[in-house]
């Protein structure tokens, strides 16, 4: 009988808050580990605390270890802030608000405390969990892992993960791996990656007169602060940060020895916890205390081949957020997930390394994308609470106080977006909440400056037009004049039409309109047979285009003034031509909608159902008849009527859509979703009417388009009669009916080039965020449904495909 295969083992090293959640987690999965803790025991008093903070909590409430925690603890309150003089700044029930709007309290408590819950509820796993067993040197041979101890013991996996703090074993044998692998570049820049500019004694006291347990404080001094949290009991965990005589590199990071702790203090005793109570009240009560310099560094490289680093060997941050341990016990939960997902795809115990990175570089992007903005949190709050500079000084001590609400949601923004454990079921307490998690981090958002670059080649586009369907047109006016002297226009086929006649009743539209109107005749009336191909087809793609502009304001991330842009974007393109509209209200939306805020929320990127429905019915009703009819009426007459009816449709559109959309209320109520099932089923509904959408404005654009080409003139190239030439601007107007069909052709080319640009860069931040596609494969699509089907249809299929790819990306964030 074959003997069965080996499990996939995961070696971790360190029995610290990440390596043991880790722990945890891999349990649940069914997935072999074992733990190495260098030290004679798990779960050390070394005077260290832990802020047990909703993004962690959560976690800890999924593994069934949360509710023994919390017992020990005081759950925070109130939060007091304090200059160094004693004058209160401002207080506020900010931690009250969190747990409302999260499910969990923010409570403090000894991180010996949380390593014993943790040990003890691995029950009879705990033969897994090994102490004194010193990690000198990790392998990687033979496809596994070897990792050695200082005892002579070695223990082999498939991988190995570093959870062994700052000064992490497992990342220094990882850079040398890197190195053997021709990385010693990245590895150089890895090894000076860690700084320190501060330094904290921290300790925990026994209760002190004046400090109410679950109430916090921090004072704010020059080039020191305090932090002071009291738990049950009024036990009190304290840190004292100063900042150092400069920023020390990795190298030359300082180690400070424990008796220089009482001449270090001495100068800030009688500095204030709070106005009643001065720091040495604290201090002489400490039943420990640590002298630490406070490291601080964001590793580039935390997963590669068969290692993995989490906690502080891969995001190490200073304490003042609070997110160091509640990061780690993510971190730990969302490379269990990783792991899960590699297993179960492979169908394998052995798993090989090219499997490995393709589940953990992801893993990795998407957790750095999550600590960067993190990170960066922490190292600006320890600067604030310092007073760095005439920057921090200012917020700190003047605007502060009106900053209670604006920093709650900061904070509310950091919690929900963290991630959970797949495989064990959501506590009930996570979702009887009034800001629940929404299980992922939004993609980091780039600076406004640098959206702005890359909406450069729009405005370039615009400069395009304006050095050629400007002077096109404005070459084109002195043929017009002439025609309103005379107030008439002759068809091709002789017929006659007048100018002056009211087509509106309304003598501000007809004044308004007349010039518009007159310059589609030549199309319209089939007068330019060449040009009545081009703006058929034109003309029938500016009803996708408009209504994609339509869908995108409707959006649940948007507001009113979102849907007034394309409103105005579309009255104003009337009147003075869509190529210098277009560039810059394509700019203007991809400054103000980011990929980021599209995903911040569950219901931000979507549009509702009926909306979408009521503005499809619309535009068949209100845009494509007036549309075909400019070409199909039966006399001329009637065509220049129902142009003048088309002129207006960036009113009418909205216009028609709002009573279709009642009245599709009315007969349908809908209701709010009962359940999860109820839930997806509305979101299944929302997109199966987009991609109806889509497909109507593709079909009809893309249908037009063939129609043109089976209709254009014998002897004339397809090309030319979309594309003008080169040089086409600087030829000679020779007439009305020539220099408005040039000028047209310019119209669409710089549209419908705003749009496929616009497109590129929206495709290009879902890339960013994890989209899986080619852009070899997408280019070549676009060129090949750009000459099928036509400018149009490209673009309605374009944006269709781009809102599948944004679920995918939200779906699996």
């Not at 409302?100 to 409570?107: D, V």
């Not at 220089?260 to 009688?270: F, S, T």
């Not at 959006?555 to 579309?570: D, E, I, K, Q, Y």
């Amino acid at each position: 009988m074959a003997s069965p295969k080996p499990k996939f083992r995961v070696v971790i090293v360190g029995g610290s808050i990440a390596g043991l959640t880790l722990a945890h987690c891999l349990l649940r999965n069914n997935i072999d580990f074992v733990v190495l803790e260098a030290h004679n025991e798990i779960a050390p008093q070394v005077g260290a605390s832990i802020g047990i903070i909703p993004n962690g909590a959560r976690i800890l409430d999924q593994l069934g270890l949360f509710d023994d925690i919390v017992d020990t603890t005081e759950p925070m309150q109130e939060s007091s802030y304090w200059t160094q003089e004693g004058n209160l700044i401002v207080r506020n029930d900010t931690p009250q608000l969190i747990h409302k709007r999260h499910g969990y309290p923010i409570a403090f408590v000894d991180r010996q405390v949380v390593l014993k819950v943790l040990y003890d509820h691995l029950a009879d796993q705990q033969d897994r969990i090994l102490v004194g067993k010193k990690v000198i040197k990790v392998e990687n041979l033979h496809g596994r892992v070897k990792v050695h101890c200082a005892d002579h013991s070695v223990f082999d996996g498939d991988l190995v993960v570093g959870a062994d703090g700052v000064r992490s074993i497992v990342r220094q044998q990882m850079w040398d791996y890197m190195e053997s692998r021709g990385l010693g570049r990245e590895v150089l820049i890895e090894r000076n990656a860690m700084t320190s500019e501060y330094s904290c004694v921290f300790g925990i006291s026994t209760a002190v007169e004046g400090l109410t347990p679950g109430s916090g404080h921090r004072t704010f001094g020059e080039d020191f602060s305090f932090l002071t949290l009291i738990g049950k009991e009024g036990r009190v965990y304290w840190f004292f940060f100063t900042k150092m005589d400069r920023v020390y590199s990795a190298s030359e990071i300082p180690r400070f020895h424990q008796s220089l702790i009482d001449e270090h203090v001495a100068p800030y005793l009688q500095k204030p916890i709070r106005d009643t109570v001065p720091f040495a009240a604290v201090y002489e009560r400490a039943i420990t205390r640590t002298f630490l310099p406070l490291e601080e560094a964001e590793y580039n490289h935390w997963a590669i081949d068969r290692w993995v680093c989490v906690g502080d060997s891969a995001h190490k941050m200073t304490p003042n957020m609070g997110q160091g341990g509640n990061s780690a016990i993510e971190s730990a939960a969302s490379l269990a997930n990783s792991l899960a997902s590699l297993i179960e795809a492979s169908g394998d115990s052995r798993v090989s390394v090219k499997d490995l990175n393709d589940y953990l570089q992801p893993w990795q992007k998407k957790r750095q994308d999550r600590l960067q903005d993190i990170f960066k949190k922490a190292h600006e709050l320890t600067r604030l609470e310092a007073l760095a500079t005439w920057k921090e000084k200012c917020i700190a001590l003047h605007l502060f106080p009106y900053l209670t609400n604006y920093l709650a949601d900061g904070a509310s923004q950091t919690i929900v977006g963290a991630t959970m454990l797949d495989c064990v079921p959501l506590p009930p307490r996570s979702l009887q909440c009034t800001m629940p998690f929404t299980n992922f981090h939004p993609p980091r958002n780039d600076a406004i400056w640098k959206r702005a670059l890359w909406a450069v080649p729009l405005i370039g586009i615009y400069a395009v037009g304006r050095a050629t369907a400007l002077p096109v047109i404005l070459n084109t006016r002195p043929h017009l004049y002439p025609l309103f002297k005379e107030g008439t226009w002759t068809a091709g086929n002789g017929e006659v039409l007048s100018l002056t006649k009211p087509l509106y009743h309304n003598l501000f539209l007809d004044k308004l309109f007349r010039p518009l109107i007159t310059c589609f005749l030549p199309s319209i009336t089939g007068s330019d047979t060449n040009s009545r191909v081009q703006m058929l087809s034109f003309m029938t793609d500016l009803g996708a285009v408009y209504g994609i502009w339509l869908l995108e304001s409707y959006r649940g991330a948007h507001s009113w003034t979102n849907v007034l842009l394309p409103l105005t974007a579309g009255t104003v393109f009337q009147l003075k031509g869509i190529w210098m509209v277009a560039p810059f209200y394509y700019t203007l939306e991809y400054l103000m909608t980011p990929l980021y805020s599209l995903l911040s929320g569950s219901s931000s990127k979507e549009i509702d159902a009926v909306t979408t429905e009521s503005l499809v019915l619309s535009t068949l009703a209100g845009y494509y008849s007036t549309t075909f009819a400019n070409f199909f009426a039966p006399s001329l007459r009637s065509r220049q009527w129902y142009n003048a009816m088309w002129q207006v449709f960036p009113a009418t559109i909205p216009l028609l859509q709002v009573p279709l959309s009642l009245a599709r209320r009315w007969l349908s109520p809908s209701s709010p979703p009962k359940d999860e099932i109820d839930r997806k089923q509305q979101q299944r509904k929302r997109r199966q009417n987009i991609r109806y959408a889509c497909g109507t404005f593709a079909l009809v654009s893309g249908l037009t388009f063939i129609y043109g080409r089976f209709t254009a003139p014998p002897g004339v190239s397809f090309w030319n009669i979309f594309v003008p030439g080169l040089r086409d601007h600087l030829a000679p107007v020779t007439s009305f009916s020539d220099g408005i069909a040039r000028f047209l052709q310019y119209d669409e080319l710089i549209s419908m080039g705003s749009a496929y640009v616009w497109l590129a860069l929206r495709f290009r931040e879902l890339k960013q965020a994890g989209a899986r596609f080619s852009w070899t494969r997408a280019g070549a699509a676009f060129v090949a449904s750009l000459l099928a089907l036509g400018p149009g249809a490209t673009f309605a299929l374009g944006w269709g495909w781009r809102e599948e790819l944004l679920h995918q990306v939200a779906k699996e964030l």
